[in-house]
């Protein structure tokens, strides 16, 4: 029955409820894509840092994995020191270098990974084989679309340059073994894995027994963060840092998109607020003599403050859920627009839709309708009968 | 003229408890090396024109370079700058070379060429000569490193819309409703006999007025907002760049949209107030 009035009084002016419910609906998705804007950094990234199950990094002291061209000098050391810190199950070390194929009709400048491929967590082979031997190279589908290369295909290989001579330096024969995809890395990188040995090798007396980065797996009943503490007091030259640490860090970087979410999600639910106890204020003061004559055949005070929160909730309600539609496809777009960010990769989302997010975004938007009747509602149900009995039927 | 660059990470013991600010070091009777530091390293490290410092290449280094702070430079409002938080030390080239163990090795050369030059004659002409480097003009550079910000604006650009899509709507709405309220007013005045177009004159007039008014708030609104963005931002990123720019467009843009808005949905709402019968208006 209160259903049933509170929605005749909404259809009594449909495009008025309609328009309202349209601005509720705009301010719900943008509510929405707010939540999801706060939180998708946040989670895409952890999640990528989190694959194979590598929870801390170590890069040279004062500076984040590959911020910098610096690496950490007697790697091995430091590996097996890093090794022997409680927790830790597995030291992946990550050397860093710049590589010049020379097959193309002009030399290809792609981005090298010295890895150890039996513990590596920096990409995922699509094709082929991991590079096994030394003269073994895995490469991205970027590198070997420029190249025109396939699997099975051997390019030569630089490191660097020496000027006086007019050669390339660090030259190598390498066979590529396999297609991969870097994990971070955007698609669009030019990238190849080797064999650590290989680039250090390859990188002269300035890269032997060097690492950009080392990536520590621990067990999983293992405290991360004492670990990461531990790591840095066993190598003082790295700085280690945990999948927290370095959420954290990527967070402090990109706050202002976390603030900007913050403002306005919480612009978006006030405007949902405001819209929403003017149309139903409006509504309850035109219908004051309705309301009157209620209570004076014997409705309820219940019965009025029910019929109109009714009101408020469902044009909330249909606005959230109009919202959650247009909220999931803006979030889409301005998604694909964040994406474009040069290097970003493929793993990273600014937007991520999760449900549980979703509906607490949605349920506090209905609240806010909730809220937003309750002052109209208490008005109308505190009405004197008799005194606005007489004053609309004298007008 | 030709001016080398190279970038290096450097290890500068000064900003823990145990700063190496070594006062008591005489100068070198020769050669004293100098350096320039950036502001944010001189206010976190307490360190101050004349003070030395040891520079090493790497963390824990045995021995490094003590040199003298000649110079403390404020950061440029460089965008590109913003979300990172590392200090900048300046050196002079064989200096860092030597300390890096870099070689007769640059990152890159900045070129300046005269003023009527044939710049991309120059970066043909040098790209033919070169091994191990390539030229390009600074254009192409900026075009190439702005296009983070390139992103950052469209984002803004698509947020903008939205939400003046949300406030269009949120305003529509009002306005409607407010030239609503008014039905018993309007049924008054027709049955007084006012004509229908001064009817919806009045209605359009007073509904361009609270835009307009409502217009003017949101401006003030908006740089008293701007100035806060701009004293939160720049403090959080330690930069002089300014975040928020309220431009005479901006506003010109916003007020004449509120106005735009405003008096359409008068117009709306007159019209049909105007158009139905004022005993109707009362609700006999």
């Keep these: 029955m209160r259903l049933h009035l509170a929605a005749l009084s909404l259809r009594r002016h449909l495009s008025r409820t309609l328009l309202a419910g349209l601005g509720v609906a705009v301010s719900a998705a943008m509510l929405l894509d707010m939540v999801m804007l706060a939180t998708g950094m946040r989670e895409s990234f952890a999640g990528l840092l989190g694959r194979n199950g590598f929870t801390i990094r170590a890069s040279p002291r004062g500076t984040l994995p590959f911020d910098s061209e610096a690496t950490v000098g007697d790697a091995a050391d430091a590996a097996a020191a890093i090794a022997r810190v409680n927790g830790v199950t597995t030291v992946a070390p990550v050397l860093g270098a710049t590589i010049h194929v020379l097959d193309a009709d002009a030399p290809v400048t792609a981005f090298a990974l010295g890895v150890d491929p039996s513990v590596q967590g920096d990409y995922e082979l699509l094709a082929g084989q991991d590079p096994v031997s030394p003269n073994e190279l895995v490469a991205s589908d970027a590198l070997l679309a420029r190249l025109s290369k396939r699997v099975g295909d051997t390019v030569a290989v630089a490191v660097g340059f020496d000027p006086q001579l007019q050669t390339y330096a660090g030259r190598r024969r390498l066979v590529i073994s396999g297609r991969a995809r870097f994990l971070f890395l955007s698609a669009e990188d030019r990238a190849a894995a080797l064999q650590l040995s290989t680039v250090q090798e390859m990188g002269g007396p300035g890269r032997r027994d060097r690492v950009s980065l080392f990536m520590v797996r621990t067990a999983p009943a293992a405290d991360a963060e004492a670990a990461r503490a531990a790591i840095e007091r066993e190598v003082p030259r790295v700085t280690a840092l945990s999948i927290a640490g370095a959420v954290a860090e990527a967070e402090n970087r990109l706050s202002y998109f976390r603030q900007l979410a913050f403002i306005l999600g919480a612009v978006s639910l006030i405007v949902g607020f405001l819209l929403v106890t003017t149309m139903v204020t409006v509504s309850v003061n035109e219908r004051i003599g309705e309301i009157a004559v209620m209570r004076a055949i014997g409705v309820s005070r219940l019965h009025v403050v029910h019929q109109i929160v009714l009101e408020g909730v469902a044009i909330s309600l249909a606005g959230a859920v109009v919202g959650l539609v247009l909220g999931v496809g803006t979030a889409r777009y301005l998604n694909s627009i964040l994406r474009g960010f040069p290097g970003l990769p493929d793993a990273i989302d600014f937007f991520l839709f999760q449900p549980e997010s979703a509906l607490r975004a949605l349920s506090l938007l209905v609240l806010s309708g909730i809220a937003a009747g309750i002052y109209p509602a208490w008005r109308a149900a505190s009405l004197p009968v008799a005194a606005t009995l007489r004053e609309e039927a004298v007008g | ?284």
């Design chain 2, 1 to 284: 003229m030709i001016s080398p660059r190279l970038v290096c990470i450097l290890a500068v013991p000064l900003a823990s408890a145990t700063a190496q600010r070594i006062d008591s070091v005489s100068p070198s009777a020769s050669v004293e090396r100098t350096i320039a530091i950036d502001e944010r390293l001189a206010a976190d490290a307490g360190l101050r024109i004349g003070d030395r410092v040891v520079l090493a290449a790497e963390p824990g280094a045995p021995r490094g370079d003590t040199v003298r702070i000649a110079a403390i430079v404020k950061r440029r409002p460089d965008p590109s700058e913003v979300a990172r938080s590392d200090y900048r030390l300046r050196m002079h080239l064989d200096h860092l070379q030597r300390l890096a163990s870099y070689g007769d090795r640059v990152d890159r050369f900045s070129l300046q060429t005269a003023p009527n030059a044939a710049v991309d004659s120059v970066v043909r002409r040098v790209n033919a000569g070169a091994f191990g480097f390539r030229a390009y003009r600074s254009r192409a550079i900026a075009v190439e490193t702005s296009k983070t910000f390139l992103v950052v604006s469209r984002f803004h650009r698509a947020i903008g819309v939205i939400t003046i899509v949300a406030s269009a709507t949120f305003l529509l709405c009002i306005m409607l409703l407010k030239v609503d309220e008014r039905r018993r007013d309007v049924a008054a005045m027709r049955l007084m006999g006012v004509s229908r177009s001064t009817v919806v004159r009045s209605v359009m007039l007073e509904s361009s007025f609270v835009a307009l008014l409502g217009s003017l708030f949101g401006v003030g609104l908006g740089l008293v907002t701007a100035w806060f963005v701009n004293v939160h931002y720049q403090s959080v990123y330690r930069t002089p760049l300014r975040f928020a720019i309220v431009t005479p467009e901006t506003v010109a843009i916003s007020v004449a949209l509120s106005l735009l808005l405003g008096i359409g949905a008068g117009a709306l709402a007159a019209r049909r107030l105007a158009g139905t019968a004022p005993l109707a208006l009362f609700g006999r």
